[in-house]
């Protein structure tokens, strides 16, 4: 088991950058999701870490012990990789122990391991197959059965369930997660899929252009985004953005857009009247709701989409397009005049300029 | 109904193409075990009676026995140091120089474009300056430009094939850029390989001009075969036949063993 310490990363392909001063602090055991868009250095991190990429500056520590110039097998991580990396010429049982009887173990020593991880990942009918043989969800098993034989101090996934179909990709993710909590083993896990990060991750390293954009629990992501990027990325469907000025009244108001909304003041204690802002709105946490009610919005129905439970009300207010969630959809139809509000304590502002997010508390 | 014809059809073209193309090779086969008076008939003979007397000739012959095993020794050690030098240089440049890669690619092709009597003659004058020339030594010299060249150019792509991934996956493991070598990219490029050594033998096996020019007493098995056919005009037809036969018969042989070698290689591991 291990800690890992990651100081002033930087990695360059050429002259150009790729990961830019990057700082990183992840608990033993803990379940760290790298989050971010395709091409933002997720991957390229995460081969820093393991080995297979050599960085451009800075450290990296795991348990203690700087590995920056160890290569890859004597870091004590193990790796499983997006397309599996199966050995195509060996059967699932020499896939799964190469790396063992690699360091000379003993049969009496690898038998009871085998069996052990063959069971905790459903393997034992498919040992004697080779991968090819296997589909795809088998073959990612495989892959981790692999990995886990060896009872690393760190596991690193890059992608792993993203050549998967969804219903199997959520069983797996299920899985991983399970796994987790039994062996407790520090994991780095990559995804470009918010949901996928947000239901298996203790933490998450959202990512952008090589940089940290926000580091913190799924909720924390969730209901405090540190920019403008972090709260359009997470969450499904996409937050609602409005450009508005906060007006002189006696309560910190908002207005913009043809809408007028409450904010609370504990979360913006700095906002000035006249200060432009970017208000946040999460389609989720709007409902339908009585007309005067506090901050509701009124608008015509655009467009319903069933998602099941709830439904996702596209509505057009003041020539803008705002969506909400609500599970009342059934009754709406497009041309609908619907009302809806927001709590005030549920309303993000961000800096029209920077995109930081404006809350203080 | 059309449709029968058209499938008909095809297969009688498919058939009429196959006849072409084996027939002659059949029609060899089958020379070589007739006697004269059976292949000079005016009349084709499909039903003689077989003799060996044609192979127990060319056997006989030292000069033709002594083509043969020199052909053996000069194409193997070509295409084995060939596959020695070459494979792991393929590799090499299909993983860590593929920004040169193309070019030496096609450097090493470019080799193949010149005509071998644009070498051949140079080659003759160095040789007997070394002193090496009319030696197994020097025509396998001379081979290994070819086999080499050869080699890299097939194996580059069959190296580019075997994904990184899987290198990575056992330099995880702790394997060293050997190791990652021998164990995975090799097995697991090797059908690939097998392909690119056994066209690189051909290649080689059948090569005349070079050593036509290269060597004379230590002749290969393509220059004897030339020189049986300009005997005179008593020609031995069933010998000649024959003598195509054996000259055929070691690539045969060398696909065989190659594809026993490929699968110990694939099944292996360590234990
Ligand atoms: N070998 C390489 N050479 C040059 N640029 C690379 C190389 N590998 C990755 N990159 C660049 O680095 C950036 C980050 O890539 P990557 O870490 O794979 O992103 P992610 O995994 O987040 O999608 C991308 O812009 C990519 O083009
Ligand atoms: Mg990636």
């Known amino acids: 088991m291990a800690n890992i310490t990651c100081t002033d990363i930087v990695k360059a392909y050429g002259a150009h950058p790729v990961i830019e001063g990057l700082q990183l602090d992840i608990p033993d055991h803990e379940f760290v999701v790298f989050l971010g868009p395709s091409g933002c250095g997720k991957s390229t991190m995460l081969r820093m870490i393991a080995g297979l990429e050599e960085v451009t500056g800075g450290r990296i520590a795991i348990g203690g012990t700087d590995v920056t110039d160890l290569p890859p097998g004597e870091r004590g991580v193990a790796m499983v990789f997006q397309s599996y990396a199966l050995y195509p010429h060996m059967s699932v049982r020499d896939n799964i122990t190469f790396g063992l009887r690699r360091q000379g173990a003993s049969r009496a020593e690898i038998e009871p391991r085998l069996t052990q991880v063959a069971e905790l990942l459903g393997l034992e009918k498919f040992l004697d197959r080779r991968p090819r043989n296997l589909s795809g969800g088998q073959q990612q098993r495989v892959a981790m059965a692999r990995a886990m034989i060896k009872t690393p101090q760190v596991f690193l996934f890059d992608e792993p369930l993203s050549n998967l179909d969804a219903k199997l990709r959520e069983k797996l993710r299920t899985e991983i997660r399970k796994i987790h909590m039994q062996l407790k083993t520090t994991t780095i896990f990559v995804t470009h899929d918010q949901l996928e990060a947000m239901t298996i991750a203790d933490r998450i390293v959202l990512m952008r252009d090589g940089k940290i954009e926000q580091m913190g629990s799924p909720d924390e992501i969730f209901e405090r985004p540190a920019s403008r990027f972090v709260a359009d990325f997470i969450g499904t469907p996409a937050m609602n953005f409005v450009h508005a000025e906060i007006v002189a009244g006696d309560r910190l108001t908002a207005h913009g857009g043809g809408m007028t909304l409450h904010l609370s003041p504990q979360a913006f204690t700095t906002l000035k009247p006249g200060q432009r802002v970017e208000l946040g709105l999460r389609p989720a946490r709007m409902d339908l709701c009585e007309p005067g009610a506090e901050n509701a919005l009124s608008g015509k129905v655009v467009l319903v989409e069933n998602m099941g439970a709830e439904g996702q009300v596209i509505t057009e207010v003041a020539g803008q397009e705002i969506s909400f969630v609500t599970q009342a959809f059934r009754s709406l139809s497009p041309g609908d005049s619907v009302c809806f509000a927001i709590s005030p304590d549920h309303i993000h502002a961000f800096d029209p300029e920077t995109g930081d997010s404006l809350r203080q508390e | ?271």
């Open chain 2, 1 to 271: 109904m059309g449709k029968l014809i058209s499938a008909t059809l095809t297969r009688a073209v498919l058939a009429l193409l196959i006849v072409l193309a084996l027939g002659p090779i059949l029609w060899t086969v089958l020379g070589a075990f007739k006697e004269l008076r059976d292949i000079v008939t005016p009349v084709p003979k499909l039903v003689f009676t077989p003799t060996l007397d044609n192979f127990a000739t060319i056997l006989r012959n030292p000069t033709i026995r002594d083509g043969l095993l020199h052909s053996v020794i000069v194409v193997s050690a070509a295409v084995l140091i060939g596959a020695v030098l070459g494979i792991p240089a393929a590799h090499t440049l299909a993983r860590h120089a593929r920004k040169w890669g193309d070019d030496v690619q096609f450097f090493v092709l470019s080799l193949r474009f010149m005509p071998p009597v644009a070498i051949a003659i140079p080659f003759i004058v160095i040789y007997l300056d070394l002193g090496i020339y009319d030696t197994l030594f020097g025509l396998v010299l001379v081979y290994l430009i070819v086999t080499v060249s050869t080699v890299i150019w097939l194996a580059v792509p069959a190296f580019e094939r075997v994904p990184r991934d899987i290198e990575e996956a056992a330099a995880m493991e702790g394997c060293g850029p050997a190791e990652i070598f021998w164990r995975f990219s090799l097995p697991v490029a090797a059908p690939s390989l097998f392909g690119a050594l056994v066209f690189t033998f051909v290649l080689v096996w059948n090569e005349l001009l070079l050593a036509l020019t290269l060597a004379a007493q230590n002749a290969t098995l393509p220059v004897v075969a030339a020189s049986i056919t300009s005997l005179g005009k008593e020609v031995p037809w069933g010998v000649i036949n024959a003598a195509t036969v054996l000259l055929v018969l070691p690539p045969l042989v060398f696909i065989g063993l190659l594809m026993g070698l490929l699968n110990t290689m694939v099944r292996s591991g360590p234990k």
